[in-house]
């Protein structure tokens, strides 16, 4: 029944290695996003798709790139990671307009 | 990127009313307010949002200025279960569906 899940919740993984993150939404939203928060617990914007289209892009190293397969996933894929990469990776989703954001639990990535 | 001032950290006794203010001097007339919560880095929590009229729902009440540059989210019977970081967002009109994200008040509840 979880609205937004991530997969995995723990990512440990060294310096160099190229890994993928999965968010799926079964609430049938038009948009998805992905959100990291760092060890200060800042909040911060990295990408959203609407319908499939990327219409956001928050200076987010291209490194880093979303994948939507479908309207319910927005995976986040990470080539060569380096050790500022570690945090807290959120996924979201919200329909369209001014309703609110649904949130994932999150994905705590540690690279060494 | 926030467009809001909150202080970094408050504490309210178990039972009593948490009012948890939030400014924003620079909103537009067209964005709203929205209230978050995050418990222990789970994800965020959405808890209740408004315009320009005060706005109450089973978990909080949101108090805006008639200038809009300042509102306060009241929970009315703190529970410990409450103490988490409260997020006041102003939510920027005109890029799609952005949510800028402050530094947050961490509430501490205390029995």
């Known amino acids: 029944d979880t609205a937004v899940s991530q997969t995995p919740k723990y990512l440990v993984t060294q310096m160099g290695n190229d890994k993928s993150i999965k968010c799926e939404q079964n609430?049938?939203?038009?948009?998805m996003y992905w959100y990291k928060q760092d060890s200060k617990k800042f909040l911060k914007i990295m990408f959203s798709?609407?319908?499939?289209?990327?219409?956001i892009n928050e200076t987010v190293p291209n490194r880093f790139s979303p994948k939507s397969p479908d309207k319910a996933h927005l995976n986040l894929h990470i080539n060569s990671l380096e050790l500022g990469d570690s945090a807290v990776y959120f996924c979201?989703?919200?329909?369209?307009?001014?309703?609110?954001?649904?949130f994932g639990n999150g994905t705590r990535l540690t690279v060494t | 990127d926030a467009k809001t001032t909150q202080p970094p950290s408050m504490d309210c006794a178990e039972g009593r009313a948490a009012n948890l203010p939030c400014n924003h001097s620079?909103?537009?007339?067209?964005?709203?307010v929205y209230w978050y919560r995050q418990i222990h880095s789970q994800g965020p929590q959405y808890i209740i949002h408004?315009?320009?009229n005060n706005e109450t729902n089973e978990m909080a009440s949101l108090i805006i200025t008639e200038d809009r540059k300042s509102s306060t989210l009241i929970l009315p019977h703190a529970t410990l279960r409450d103490t988490a970081v409260y997020y006041c967002?102003?939510?920027?009109?005109?890029?799609?569906?952005?949510?800028?994200f402050g530094t947050g008040t961490s509430l501490t509840v205390i029995p």
């Open positions: 979201a989703s919200s329909p369209a307009g001014l309703s609110p954001l649904h």
């Open positions: 609430l049938g939203h038009d948009t």
């Open positions: 798709y609407n319908n499939k289209e990327l219409i």
């Open positions: 620079t909103i537009s007339g067209n964005e709203y």
């Open positions: 408004g315009l320009k």
């Open positions: 967002i102003v939510r920027v009109a005109n890029t799609g569906n952005q949510f800028y």
